[in-house]
C-alpha cells in the first residue's frame, strides 16, 4: 500500500462510518434549524395573537359601553312620554354597567390618543347622568316645561358622548386590523424562509447521498472488477484507482498489492 497511498482531503481520509455519522449529523443541523424557525416564528406570533385578542375585547367592551350609555338616555326620554318608574330603575342599571365599562377601559392597553378619547368620553358621563338625573327628578314630566327643558340640554351631550364613542371604536378597531394584517404578512414571509430552508435541506440530503453512496460503491465496483480479472487469470490488468485512505481505499491498495508482483 506504500506507494499508492498519499495524503488525501480530510473527507477522503474518513472512514465509511465517519462519513454517515458527519452526513447525518449534517442533515439533523439542518432539519433542527427549521425545526427552531418555526418555534421560534410561533413564539413572536403568539404575542402578536394575544395582542389581537385584547384589541378583540377592547372593541367588544366599547360597543357594550355605547349600548349602555344609549339605554342610560332613553330611560328618561321614555320617562319623559310615559312617566313609568321602571325608567327610573332602568337607568340605575345603566349607569352602573356604565361606570364599570368605564374603569375596566381605563384599564385597557391604549394608546395615547385613545385615552384622550377615552377621558374626553368619562367627562361627559357627568352632565349626561346629571341632566337625566334632573329629568327622572321630575314627578309629572309629561308636558312639563322644566323636564322638556333638561331634554334640550340632554341631546347635544348624548350627540357628542356618541360621536367621542364611534371614534374611539374605530381607532381601536383599524389598530386591530392593522395588527391582524401584520401577523398575515409576517406569518407568510416566515412560511417563505421555512419552506426554502426545508427545501434546501432536502436537496443538501440528497446531495450526500449521491456523495456517499459515490464514495462507497464506485470503488467497491472497481475493487469488484478487478478481483473478477485476477480470479479470470488477468494479473496485468489496469490498476485500481486509490481515492482515500478509508475502507474503500485500503481495499483498492490492497487488491493493487495482490497483483503488483506480476506487473513489476
Request: glycine residues 8%.
Amino acid at each position: 500500500m506504500g506507494l499508492e497511498t498519499k495524503r488525501f482531503g480530510l473527507w477522503a481520509s474518513l472512514g465509511v462510518r465517519a462519513k454517515i455519522l458527519i452526513s447525518f449529523a449534517l442533515i439533523m443541523v439542518l432539519g433542527g434549524a427549521v425545526t427552531v424557525g418555526t418555534l421560534w416564528t410561533l413564539r413572536n406570533e403568539m404575542r402578536s395573537f394575544r395582542e389581537v385578542a385584547d384589541l378583540g375585547r377592547t372593541v367588544n367592551l366599547i360597543h357594550d359601553l355605547n349600548l349602555n350609555v344609549k339605554t342610560m338616555v332613553d330611560a328618561p326620554t321614555d320617562y319623559l312620554g310615559t312617566a313609568a318608574q321602571d325608567n327610573r330603575e332602568g337607568y340605575r342599571q345603566a349607569k352602573s354597567r356604565v361606570l364599570a365599562l368605564l374603569q375596566e377601559a381605563r384599564a385597557a392597553a391604549l394608546t395615547p390618543d385613545e385615552k384622550r378619547l377615552l377621558e374626553a368620553f368619562g367627562g361627559l358621563v357627568d352632565p349626561l347622568t346629571g341632566v337625566s338625573e334632573s329629568i327622572l327628578a321630575v314627578p309629572d314630566p309629561v308636558g312639563n316645561p322644566v323636564a322638556m327643558g333638561y331634554m334640550d340640554r340632554l341631546d347635544p351631550v348624548w350627540s357628542q358622548a356618541d360621536a367621542v364613542l364611534a371614534e374611539l371604536g374605530d381607532a381601536v378597531t383599524a389598530r386591530q386590523e392593522g395588527l391582524v394584517e401584520g401577523v398575515a404578512r409576517r406569518q407568510a414571509a416566515a412560511m417563505v424562509v421555512l419552506l426554502g430552508v426545508a427545501l434546501a435541506t432536502v436537496v443538501v440530503s440528497l446531495a450526500l447521498a449521491l456523495v456517499l453512496s459515490g464514495n462507497i460503491t464506485a470503488p467497491l465496483r472497481e475493487a469488484a472488477l478487478a478481483v473478477q480479472r485476477i480470479a479470470a487469470g488477468d494479473l496485468t490488468g489496469e490498476r485500481v484507482p486509490v481515492r482515500g485512505s478509508d475502507e474503500s481505499g485500503r481495499l483498492a491498495a490492497a487488491v493493487n498489492q495482490m497483483t503488483a508482483p506480476c506487473t513489476k
